[in-house]
DNA sequence: CGACGAGTTGACGAAACTCAAGAGTCGTGG
DNA sequence: CCACGACTCTTGAGTTTCGTCAACTCGTCG
């Protein structure tokens, strides 16, 4: 495999405060694998026996209600990973997931991490970090839904796309407008005119690209400070 | 220790699926401490040694915002764990904890569960069992917010108090109906108004009692098949 | 070129929040 | 023992926000 890639997935959760040995070692000769978008990687409910970390690309974690429409659950970006918890344990899971751009995502064996686990008891905390840090994710997501309005929403997504950084950035849009809306619980059309209300605060949006003049501008407005 | 609150922690996650022998000498001579309503277990933020599992009341985990509201994480009853990962990982807390009736609840020492996760590496399966159900009640509050309106998620609230029962049945609200609005995502006064339209459908409320005729009925609308 | 999908915009209605007032409970202290 | 205040909950009125439906633009790709 790639150091580049063995780079990216360094930065997960699983692999940030192990052995670089122990790291190599877990991925074995695994090599990522490729997929278009829309391809499902798996459905909710079911049994999955490998775990997954995104090296390139973008997928989505939905769950479908009875009603016929999707809801977003989760995107997941290069260095996170998901479904451990539904491999290690063996139990169903508890989204779909599905490319939503073209990706590479390497997956692992959960029996032989498994197995790994019981020679190494040290692995538990790296698995339980990854898992805690999946909850924390959650928790901020829904504590940003309840509390605050759609436009709000949408500029801490920007200020978290434009990173720790000040003043003017460029950024852009990661995957559809349509799922981030998704993400954020609003339809796509809140999500645009969302967009078009955060112009007087200096963000110019033209197709995927957006130019923001003060990140921290945004950052404030998300806290619910404003 | 009680053997009716040693039943009761046994329910939980970490002690379920564990020997008896185990179950007991993990908790030790620990024994379940009592706690006035509004008392506070610890704030977000705070470096916590020992993770909290409660044997009777509620306690309600919550974040403050920066305009000093605060937003309903979870409420935990009965049986229900919370500050592992935390506890475990020497983690600040990532929201905060208060006894929203009286309470008795049991903690145990991190140090003592990590010493023992390294000498039993099988016990790391039930703590990523207790981590993943914890993100999967927060994925499907998550889910329910972003696609059910208010008066859905209140159906669902009550048909999950009555439990899997068909017909009639009479429910008790476990805790204050603000904190109930808060932990649905909403305001008092909507919780209010979609309890009143919920009459047409056979609920009646009298103070903290409620009178289902018909379960199902709840559980239909609360799923968004109508 | 034409079909399709993504995105934007407008108009409208429904849902939910805010502010405000009032009823009922409970605990405290005179 | 009663009066008062604090608190919870409900209800009303008004406003904002958001979703829905629809039309239209603009790329992309056969």
Redesign the pocket.
Known sequence: MDEADFAIVRRNMLFRNIDEALAREMVGDRTPRPLRKGQVLFLQGDLIDSLHIVVAGWIKLYRATEDGTDTVVAVNGPGQSFGEAAALLGIPAHAGAEAAADSRILTLDAERLRSRLTADPDLAFPILASASMHLRVMVEELEQLKSL???RRIAGFLADLAGPVKGAIEVVFPY???LIAGRL?????????G??KLRDLGVG?DRERVSISRVETLRRMARGEE
Chains 1, 2 share one sequence.
């Not at 619980?185 to 005119?193: C, K, N, Q, V």
Request: hydrophobic share 35%; aromatic share 6%; glycine share 6%.
């Open positions: 309005p759609a436009t559809e407008k349509t619980g609003m339809t796509p059309e809140s999500f645009s005119r967009l078009a949006v």
